[in-house]
């Protein structure tokens, strides 16, 4: 029965924060969220270094993963990838051009996933340069993930709807080994896709995504 009593203060006390922030998607302890569904590549074709090249979208249970959505382009800042334009609707995953996709990256006893840059697979400089994006298989009203690899540099995570709509774009923290959670201030399950850039001198990758409805706690 305490454990109960537990569970609903960590529910009740993220929805406060979601009320407090100002933006349609609010950052939030990651350990606040009750999410069940996890994704952390571990299933997924890795190799050390440069990692495993994925040259298509990455297929996983309840998201897909790519550089950006049908209807965006791909520019460049220094070796760090800028997504431009709108998004088509209905929300399309589209990989990068041949060596500026994805990678799955061995590293530190588990996998992490890289969004590779302009430079191109397999150059260092490129590594955890590029955009990472995913689009989840049924809209989700929170979900939280990890980043990897940062070294003080900034991320920013859009979040669209399945109709192209951007419902925010998000200013992280400067990145290092965190977590990070999101919730919609209104509650509602429409947060379709997401997408992430950043000017990290070492590149960043992502792990432990988590999302899906929160248990049934009647």
Request: with cysteine; proline share 6%.
């Amino acid at each position: 029965m305490r454990h109960g009593f537990v569970t609903l203060a960590i529910v009740f006390l993220s929805a406060s924060r979601a009320l407090a922030c100002e933006t349609p998607v609010c950052l939030v302890d990651p350990e606040s969220l009750l999410l069940p569904h996890i994704i952390t590549f571990d299933d997924a074709q890795s190799s050390r270094g440069p990692g495993y090249m994925v040259k298509d979208i990455l297929v996983m249970s309840g998201a897909v993963f790519g550089e950006r959505f049908a209807g965006q382009s791909v520019t460049s800042r220094g070796d760090h990838d800028e997504i431009t334009g709108a998004a088509l609707p209905p929300l399309t995953i589209l990989p990068g051009a041949p060596g500026q996709n994805l990678s799955v990256v061995f590293f530190d006893g588990n996998n992490v996933l890289n969004g590779y840059g302009a430079a191109g697979f397999p150059k260092r400089r490129a590594q955890g340069e590029g955009a990472i994006a995913f689009l989840f298989d049924k809209d989700q009203s929170a979900l939280a993930f990890q980043l990897r690899g940062g070294e003080a540099g900034t991320a920013e995570v859009s979040f669209l709807m399945r109709d192209g709509h951007v419902l925010t774009r998000l200013a992280l923290p400067p990145a290092g080994e965190h977590a990070f959670g999101f919730i919609r201030r209104s509650g509602k399950a429409d947060i379709a896709g997401v997408i992430i850039v950043n000017d990290d001198p070492q590149g960043l990758a992502i792990d432990n995504l988590k999302f899906g409805k929160s248990p049934d706690l009647s």
